[in-house]
């Protein structure tokens, strides 16, 4: 578990080295690399687009704002509080997109989003349904909030 704590705030470099980020730098870094996939991916400034489970941390909405993104922004988060706070940060940083937020698991909003869309895109729901997996409620919560301490107190 140790280690995992440790990645929240360390990346490696192209030789290999390690550089410890604080948040708002790792958060760039991050949303510099999106900005590189929606550029590969030639996701259109004014498509459509749907993420998944972003938390309440704008990593894949940097890249989105590094391309001037003014289509529709879809945005699936199961808790409220990340949800308005996320929702609020997209409309700073995409103020000519249209931000939908959907407050609903992804399996209950399927039914609200369009039958077309340019990406679907998620920068960290995997990790957290892994960890999920083998941890319980408790043990889930905890993890999460260490991991957060250690990062702010950075």
């Not at 080295?17 to 259109?44: C, E």
Request: glycine letters at 6%; proline letters at 6%.
């Amino acid at each position: 578990m140790q280690q995992v704590w440790a990645s929240c705030n360390q990346s490696l470099l192209p030789d290999g080295s390690k550089v410890l980020l604080t948040p708002a730098q790792w958060n760039q870094y991050l949303g510099d690399v999106w900005y590189q996939l929606i550029f590969s991916y030639r996701i259109p400034q004014n498509g459509v687009v749907v993420e998944i489970a972003p938390g309440d941390v704008e990593k894949v909405g940097l890249g989105f704002h590094k391309q001037g993104f003014s289509g529709t922004y879809y945005v699936i988060e199961p808790h409220q509080k990340s949800l308005e706070t996320i929702t609020a940060k997209y409309k700073k940083l995409m103020p000519s997109a249209t931000i939908v937020p959907i407050l609903k698991t992804v399996a209950d909003a399927i039914s609200e989003l369009p039958t077309h869309v340019d990406a679907i895109v998620a920068n960290h729901p995997l990790d957290d349904m892994i960890v999920g997996k083998s941890l319980n409620t408790e043990e889930f919560k905890d993890f999460f909030l260490k991991c957060m301490k250690t990062v702010m107190t950075f």
